[in-house]
């Protein structure tokens, strides 16, 4: 499982079909594996690059399934469980 995550602008949360060429900040997961992501403020990006992934972000209340494109933006900060 390859993740990408970038920190971008916009207060919605997005889920979206990627098509651009991504280059940077690359996190490999396996099957069952979690990672924590902390961010100070909205607008962090989560983009599935191969197969799926769960998120859950505290004080949102949505989990969220993301396929192979999909992108997840948070509407708050805090910590996004993938």
Do not use: A
Not at 46 to 54: E, F, H, R, V
Not at 60 to 71: Q, Y
């Amino acid at each position: 499982m390859i993740i990408h995550s970038s920190i971008k602008g916009g207060n919605m949360m997005k889920l979206k079909q990627y098509s651009q060429k991504i280059n940077r900040n690359f996190i490999e997961l396996h099957k069952n594996e979690i990672h924590i992501v902390r961010t100070d403020r909205s607008g962090k990006e989560i983009i599935c690059l191969d197969g799926t992934l769960w998120i859950t972000q505290k004080g949102d209340g949505v989990d969220r399934i993301l396929k192979c494109g999909d992108i997840y933006q948070s509407r708050i900060p805090g910590e996004i469980i993938i």
